[in-house]
Each structure stands twice: as structure tokens, then as C-alpha cells.
């Protein structure tokens, strides 16, 4: 893509992996936090002062904001993977580890409900490493 007047791209494509959708206009997109401003607030961030706006803007880590369709972003909303998981079952392996890293980037707490989901799609993701630096 290049840049132009008001910073507005033009030309190239991304690849939203939640939707396994290629995207050639950049108003097709959303920034997604991989964990939900709400569901980070509900898991410890509440507790932070000046990390908050560190925590919505981390460009720290490749899985903290993540490109994909608006579509798949506006149906993710604020849920964890109890509750919503990317429509392309292929990808819930990467999405599990890039969620649980960025949880323990922040030091994110996790509910028993979220636990068990996570436990219970982990077990199918043999080869999936979670790698994380920590953000705090």
C-alpha cells in the first residue's frame, strides 16, 4: 500500500486470518485488541493507572493488535474465547496462543470459565508455543 493525503492508503492487501478473508481497501479493516479493552478492564486492567494507554496502543507485541474484517471484529466484540472464537477453525491455535500471550504480557487474570475454554481448545494445538515478553 502506498500513503497518501491524509494518510490514507491506497493500493496492496492484508489477510484478516479470523475470516481467512484477503481485503484490498483499508476501510474493510479494523484494529482488533487480540484481548478487548472491556475483557482486559474485567481482568485486572481496572487495577492500572498509566498502563492503560500502554495497553491500548501496544505496538510491543505482533499480537496485540491485530488487522482482520470488520465483520469478524464486530462479532468478537468484548468476549473471551468462552464465548467466541474466529469462525475459521483452523486458526483457533494461533488465536488461543496469541491470546494467552498477551495475557501474560499484561499479567491478565483469567476466569474459571475461560480457563476450561482454553484448556479445552489447547488440547488439539500440540505444536502451538506461547511466547510473550512481558509488557509490566
Same mark, same amino acid.
Given at each position: 500500500?502506498?500513503?497518501?493525503?491524509?494518510?490514507?492508503?491506497?493500493?496492496?492487501?492484508?489477510?484478516?486470518?479470523?475470516?481467512?478473508?484477503?481485503?484490498?481497501?483499508?476501510?474493510?479493516?479494523?484494529?482488533?485488541?487480540?484481548?478487548?479493552?472491556?475483557?482486559?478492564?474485567?481482568?485486572?486492567?481496572?487495577?492500572?493507572?498509566?498502563?492503560?494507554?500502554?495497553? &491500548?496502543?501496544?505496538?510491543?507485541?505482533?499480537?496485540?493488535?491485530?488487522?482482520?474484517?470488520?465483520?469478524?471484529?464486530?462479532?468478537?466484540?468484548?468476549?473471551?474465547?468462552?464465548?467466541?472464537?474466529?469462525?475459521?477453525?483452523? !486458526?483457533?491455535?494461533?488465536?488461543?496462543?496469541?491470546?494467552?500471550?498477551?495475557?501474560?504480557?499484561?499479567?491478565?487474570?483469567?476466569?474459571?470459565?475461560?480457563?476450561? &475454554?482454553?484448556?479445552?481448545?489447547? &488440547?488439539?494445538?500440540?505444536?502451538?508455543? !506461547?511466547?510473550?515478553?512481558?509488557?509490566?
Amino acid at each position: 500500500p502506498t500513503v497518501g493525503a491524509g494518510c490514507r492508503l491506497t493500493g496492496g492487501s492484508w489477510f484478516s486470518y479470523y475470516d481467512a478473508t484477503a481485503v484490498t481497501s483499508a476501510s474493510s479493516l479494523d484494529i482488533d485488541h487480540m484481548v478487548p479493552l472491556a475483557e482486559a478492564w474485567d481482568s485486572g486492567a481496572s487495577d492500572w493507572t498509566s498502563q492503560r494507554e500502554a495497553y &491500548a496502543n501496544d505496538q510491543g507485541a505482533e499480537a496485540s493488535l491485530v488487522a482482520v474484517t470488520a465483520r469478524s471484529n464486530r462479532s468478537k466484540t468484548d468476549q473471551d474465547p468462552a464465548q467466541w472464537m474466529p469462525p475459521v477453525a483452523e !486458526v483457533h491455535c494461533r488465536y488461543v496462543g496469541e491470546w494467552v500471550g498477551t495475557k501474560l504480557r499484561w499479567g491478565l487474570a483469567v476466569d474459571d470459565i475461560e480457563l476450561a &475454554a482454553l484448556k479445552g481448545a489447547a &488440547a488439539s494445538c500440540p505444536e502451538v508455543t !506461547v511466547t510473550y515478553d512481558p509488557a509490566l
